[in-house]
């Protein structure tokens, strides 16, 4: 006999408590219920239910099986709904987190490209550096730069998060274009005012050399974007995203410095909760971004 067919006429007994109203449920004979349980009980080689004239009692066997079915039976019942749905047009609103500067620079080109795919889906984007704090607050989909050490998230890997440097073309006429990372220790270095070692920048070159540099500045900040203007008036070097400073270098208002070299990679994900439903939506929304973002 089919086995979900089985479990299924195994949960009705055991929450409707007899027999008799599992086949009434069923629309099936009290003697089909039997021989179900029976067909069971047969292939474990233990029984499932004490049975008595009035009442059924799980056995511990019985008790451990009925809630593995009872999962098992929720994990196809969504696996069909879910089949079904991504067969039907995306439709509805998504709601995204995402940090400030990726959000802002790469993100929203890229959600304005997809609508204008999707025409019946609407998209909510939230800028906030803390995207895997905030699945669990009704965001549906995430962007998280760095290490995700949360076992209840789905964690989709994307292009790592690149950070470079750059100063205005009057800095570098005036202090000169450094040769080496160790060089800017005798440069004026804008620094991230929330990094817990702002002083200190780890930078990666070619063939996988790394250099630790110790930087002082006289301006820090807190906001990526305030210390692009900073460097865009002649403030000192800029360490910061490649999408924030990239418009700059294209129009010469910024220069590359040390262009072989970069902070080391950060990872980059697309995270939402493992319980998710893949609806329609959903789904359309993930492959696009992995499509745009991914490896």
Not at 14 to 31: H, K, R
Not at 213 to 225: D, E, I, M, P
Not at 246 to 260: E, F, K, M, N, T
């Amino acid at each position: 006999m089919d086995k979900l067919a089985g479990m299924t006429m195994f949960v009705r007994v055991v929450e409707s408590g007899s027999f008799t109203a599992a086949a009434t449920l069923s629309d099936v004979s009290p003697t089909m219920v039997a021989k179900h349980i029976r067909t069971i009980e047969q292939r474990l080689g233990a029984r499932l239910l004490h049975r008595t004239t009035r009442r059924q009692q799980l056995t511990e066997v019985g008790h451990l099986y009925y809630e593995r079915c009872k999962s098992a039976l929720a994990e196809v019942e969504l696996a069909e709904a879910s089949a079904s749905e991504l067969q039907t047009s995306p439709r509805g609103q998504v709601r995204l987190v995402a940090p400030i500067t990726f959000g802002t620079q790469s993100m929203v080109p890229v959600l304005t490209d997809y609508l204008a795919r999707h025409p019946e889906v609407s998209v909510e984007l939230t800028l906030d550096n803390r995207a895997h704090a905030l699945i669990d607050e009704g965001y549906e989909l995430g962007i998280q730069i760095g290490e995700i050490d949360d076992t209840g998230l789905v964690a989709r890997p994307l292009r790592p998060y690149r950070r470079i440097l750059a100063a205005a073309p009057d800095y570098l006429r005036e202090h000169g274009q450094p040769d080496h990372p160790q060089q800017l220790n005798a440069h004026a270095c804008l620094g991230l005012s929330y990094w817990s070692r702002h002083d200190r920048w780890h930078l990666v070159g070619p063939a996988g050399e790394s250099c630790d540099v110790l930087v002082k500045g006289r301006f820090t900040s807190n906001h990526g974007g305030a210390l692009r203007v900073a460097a865009l008036r002649g403030a000192g070097i800029v360490l910061q995203p490649e999408v924030l400073l990239a418009d700059d270098i294209a129009a010469g208002r910024l220069v590359p410095v040390l262009p072989s070299w970069s902070y080391r990679p950060t990872p980059m994900h697309l995270i939402y909760a493992q319980d998710r439903r893949p609806t329609a939506k959903l789904r359309s929304v993930i492959d696009f971004l992995l499509e745009r973002f991914g490896l």
